[in-house]
């Protein structure tokens, strides 16, 4: 069975700059996550999809991040201007049906901003 | 979710069992502890899970007291390739408010292992 799909893998951009990800989840899994990994922390939920729908994206922040996911497969993150801050790796994962099934991860994107 | 406490570092002999504790003692009855790891570059790994009953797979063990205010990650033989980042994780099952299924992780233990 594939794996949870990302890229590009590796991305440098400067300040102010607008850069996207893709994650390709696990086949048929209907619930798919973003997260936000800073050098040296655990991974931090960013936003949480079910099918098309958005079910949580509190500590998603809107001002400059933005997520979709069409037609209940494939979805995109971007970052729109990037800040320093945003230096980070970005995770998606994917899980089933159902909120308690087993959240599996992608190999993430590693965003350096310059 | 309950909040999860974890050494952050543990050293293992190669081939010896490496025992990771976390204590959960604000876990509800119905959470479950997820286990996690990460390897260097690499998203994190699922390892196992468990609510009550002590867990075994092909990758681990889980250990989880009576109370279930503790537990214990047992790998029975750890080689090099299991030097990471471990996270013990308390997740809610319930779908709706502030949840939804959602991992919660924190620092993690550092676990190194030596040849």
């Known amino acids: 069975e594939a794996g949870v799909a990302q890229s590009p893998r590796y991305k440098i951009i400067e300040k102010r700059q607008s850069v996207a990800f893709w994650c390709n989840p696990i086949?048929?899994?209907?619930?798919l996550y973003w997260y936000q990994q800073i050098l040296g922390q655990g991974p931090k939920l960013l936003i949480q999809f079910q099918n098309n729908g958005v079910v949580d994206d509190s500590q998603l922040p809107k001002d400059r991040f933005s997520a979709e996911r069409l037609k209940g497969v494939d979805s995109t993150l971007k970052i729109q201007p990037a800040k320093l801050e945003d230096s980070a790796v970005y995770l998606c994962a994917s899980s089933g049906r159902i909120p308690a099934d087993t959240q599996y991860f992608g190999p993430g994107t590693r965003l350096t901003v310059l | 979710d309950a909040k999860t406490t974890q050494p952050p570092s543990m050293d293992c002999a190669e081939g010896r069992a490496a025992n990771l504790p976390c204590n959960h003692s604000t876990i509800s009855g119905n959470e479950y502890v997820y286990w996690y790891r990460q390897i260097h570059s690499q998203g994190p790994q699922y390892i196992i899970h468990?609510?009550?009953n002590n867990e075994t797979n092909e990758m681990a063990s889980l250990i989880i007291t009576e109370d279930r205010k503790s537990s214990t990650l047992i790998l029975p033989h750890a080689t090099l390739r299991d030097t990471a980042v471990y996270y013990c994780?308390?997740?809610?099952?319930?779908?709706?408010?502030?949840?939804?299924?959602?991992?919660?992780f924190g620092q993690g233990t550092i676990l190194t292992v030596h040849p």
């Open positions: 086949s048929g899994h209907a619930t």
């Open positions: 994780i308390v997740r809610s099952p319930n779908a709706g408010g502030t949840s939804y299924g959602k991992l919660t």
């Open positions: 468990g609510l009550k």
